[in-house]
């Protein structure tokens, strides 16, 4: 927020400099439309002038028109406000609205409609908007280290899953609180907001990497919670259960690792051919938690297909791993 702030003062005191320069009148006008004009990401600072300006001109156009007809009345106001907002909206400038009153009630100031005039106000948006345009491409904030940090503390969190899942079944008794669950669910919603302005800062060349990274990790959060569901129903210790906690170890391992090798996977596909040949349950304890450790077992087959099918949308996403 502090850049921000110092930006839009510096394309502010330009403007309104550059106005003054140009002889335009009113030069604090100027400063408003690049006030105006300053947006967060360089994509928003493109498309909000580009927005305003035409929202301007079209504001212009409708003012000039109602102003000669009707004159330079109040009341002339509210009819260019009927009449041009709902356009302006009909045709997704309404984030120029704002802009577009600036520029017409300079000319409602005037009481008269020039060609000079028009052209004062047009050289107005240039320079407002023009400026705020300048600053928004010169410098916006690096996000790499953000998103970094949120993928690190995704991975952490996903590996102590992971483990708590492995304990659990081990031991049916163990307790954990689940609180991992939370803060990976925290990370991924602020990892994906600031993945969308890390790809709106690229003017050239989108990154798509942050965005289909965040998208992997929130659908195998949801994977990893129907886990949990099935996890729940296992009320006892058995052999199938301690070998799915060997893997769920290897998982947690590999969740950290910057490039899947599929060792998990491997060792998923051999062990639902070991279960396939062993025993049928003998009571009916046995059945119900061991159909639970099978759906377990499916589920994580779905967690990691998800990184396996979001990586084909990229070709070099190296970094997403299991």
């Known amino acids: 927020m502090g850049i921000r702030i110092i930006k839009t003062a510096l394309a502010a005191i330009a403007a309104i400099y550059t106005a003054v320069y140009l002889g335009l009148e009113p030069p604090l006008g100027a400063g408003i439309l690049a006030i105006l004009g300053v947006e967060v990401t360089r994509m928003k600072g493109l498309k909000s002038a580009f927005v305003r300006f035409i929202a301007s001109v079209l504001g212009l156009f409708f003012a000039s028109l109602i102003f000669s007809l009707f004159g330079f009345h109040i009341w002339a106001v509210a009819i260019f406000i009927l009449i041009t907002f709902p356009v ?6 309404k984030d120029g609205i704002v802009t577009s009153s600036v ?45 970094q940090h949120y993928r690190n503390s995704l991975e952490q969190n996903f590996g102590i899953i992971f483990q708590e899942m492995a304990f659990t079944l081990r031991n049916p008794a163990h307790v954990w609180n689940g609180s991992e669950i939370l803060e990976a669910y925290s990370a991924i919603e602020e990892g994906a907001q600031r993945s969308v302005r890390n790809r709106e800062n690229r003017l050239w060349g989108q990154e798509q990497y942050w965005s289909t990274y965040f998208e992997m990790r929130r659908q195998q959060l949801e994977s990893v919670q129907q886990m949990l569901v099935e996890l729940a129903f296992v009320y006892q210790k058995f052999p199938q259960a301690v070998m799915i906690a060997d893997l769920l170890d290897q998982l947690a391992s590999d969740v950290k690792s910057d490039v899947y090798e599929g060792n998990v996977e491997e060792r998923l596909h051999e062990l639902s051919q070991l279960f396939q040949g062993m025993e049928l349950p003998k009571t009916r304890d046995e059945f ?29 996403m190296a970094g997403l791993q299991a």
Do not use: C
């Open 88 to 93: 302006l909206s009909r045709f997704q400038l």
């Open 288 to 316: 119900e938690v061991r159909a639970s450790l099978l759906k377990l077992l499916r589920e994580l087959e779905r967690y990691l297909g998800i990184a396996k099918r979001l990586k084909k949308r990229k070709a070099k």
């Open 103 to 147: 520029i017409v009630f300079h000319l409602f100031n005037r009481e008269e409609v020039t060609t000079g005039i028009i052209g004062n106000e047009i050289l107005l948006l240039f320079a407002g908007l023009g400026w705020a345009t300048i600053v928004n491409i010169i410098y916006m904030p690096k996000d790499e280290h953000q998103l």
